[in-house]
C-alpha cells in the first residue's frame, strides 16, 4: 500500500507540482489539497504533510507569514494529532518560511510555541536563484538518512537568511541543524556559498524528533541529474541530490 502524502497548496504556491511528482517518483500516493479544503480532511489519513515552495499571499507582511497564520489559528489542533501519531511534516523554502513562522520549527518546547527564529531579507538585499552546495547531518533526521556527502541543490529566494531571536536559541539550535551552506569542498564560508547571510550557515533544521524538516534550497529541483546545470560536464549519479530526501520519507513508512 502507497504512503498518502498531502502537498498543501494555496495562492501563490509554485513549487506544488514538482514536489507531488517527487513523492510519486519515490512511491508515494501524493494528493494536491487547497489549504482551504484541508479543514474538510482528515489528516490522519496521511502520514506526510508537505508545504511546498512558492510565494504564498504575495509574501505579504513577510514571506509565509499568511499562510503560518492560517495554520496556527484555523488547523493548529489537526496538525498536533498528525505529529502525535509519529508523522512527517517537510517544508521547502516558502514552506519553511511558514512552519518557522507558526512556531511549529524548531520545536524546542512542543509546537505552536512562541517564534525564536526566523528566514529575513537576504543580505545580498536580492533574489537569490542558484545552485548551492550544502553539508548534511544525516544523523538528525529521517528525511536524511544516509545522506553523507556534500550535496547540490538550487535556491531561489529573497528571504532566505536564518536569524534567531538570541544567542541562548542559537546554542540550543546547534543539534537540529541538518543542512549547512558550504563551498564544494565542505568548507563553511561567506558570501556567494552562503546566498543569504544565514547565522552558522543553516539552510535547515530539524525539530528533536527528526520527524519535521525544513529547508530552503529545493529538493524538488533536483531529482535527476539533467537537471543539474554541470550534467553534461560532470559524471553525475542518475538520480539528483534531493530525490533520496523524498524516498527517505516514503520507506520511513515501509
Known amino acids: 500500500m502507497k504512503v498518502k502524502t498531502l502537498v498543501v497548496r494555496a495562492a501563490g504556491t ?3 507540482l514538482e514536489t507531488v511528482y517527487a513523492f510519486e517518483l519515490a512511491g508515494a500516493d ?11 480532511k482528515n489528516l ?22 499568511i499562510l503560518a497564520n492560517e495554520i496556527k489559528y484555523k488547523l493548529k489542533d489537526k496538525i498536533l494529532k498528525f505529529i502525535e501519531k509519529s508523522n512527517l511534516i517537510l517544508g521547502i523554502c516558502n514552506g ?8 511549529i520549527l524548531p ?3 512542543g509546537y505552536f510555541t512562541e517564534q525564536t527564529v526566523s528566514l529575513v531579507t537576504n543580505d ?11 553539508k548534511v547531518y544525516p ?3 529521517v528525511f536524511t538518512n544516509g545522506i553523507d556527502r556534500i550535496i547540490s541543490l538550487p535556491v531561489a529566494h529573497a528571504e532566505g537568511k536564518f536569524v534567531v531571536k538570541n544567542k541562548g536559541i542559537l546554542k540550543k539550535i546547534e543539534k537540529q541543524i541538518v543542512f549547512q551552506y558550504v563551498d564544494e569542498k565542505g568548507r563553511l564560508g561567506g558570501y556567494p556559498h552562503n546566498p543569504n547571510g544565514s547565522v552558522m550557515n543553516i539552510a535547515g533544521i530539524t525539530d528533536r524528533t527528526g520527524r519535521i524538516l525544513g529547508l530552503m ?29 523524498f524516498q527517505n520519507a516514503v520507506n520511513y513508512f515501509k
Do not use: M
Not at 490522519?44 to 507569514?65: E, M, Q
Not at 519553511?96 to 512556531?103: E, H, M, N, P, R
Not at 545580498?124 to 550544502?134: I, K, N, Q
Open 14 to 16: 509554485n513549487c506544488d
Open 30 to 40: 501524493a494528493d494536491l489539497v487547497y489549504i482551504d479544503e484541508i479543514k474538510d
Open 44 to 65: 490522519l489519513n496521511y502520514k506526510i504533510l508537505v508545504f511546498p515552495g512558492g510565494f504564498t499571499y504575495g509574501d505579504d507582511i513577510s514571506a509565509g507569514k
Open 96 to 103: 519553511f518560511q511558514v512552519l518557522v513562522k507558526a512556531g
Open 107 to 109: 520545536g524546542f518546547d
Open 124 to 134: 545580498s538585499e536580492r533574489f537569490e536563484d542558484r545552485w548551492v552546495d550544502l
Open 139 to 141: 544523523e538528525r533526521s
Open 217 to 245: 534550497p529545493h529538493p524538488e529541483r533536483h531529482i535527476s541529474y539533467l537537471q543539474h546545470p554541470l550534467h553534461t560536464r560532470k559524471k553525475l549519479d542518475e538520480e539528483g541530490d534531493g530525490f533520496k530526501i
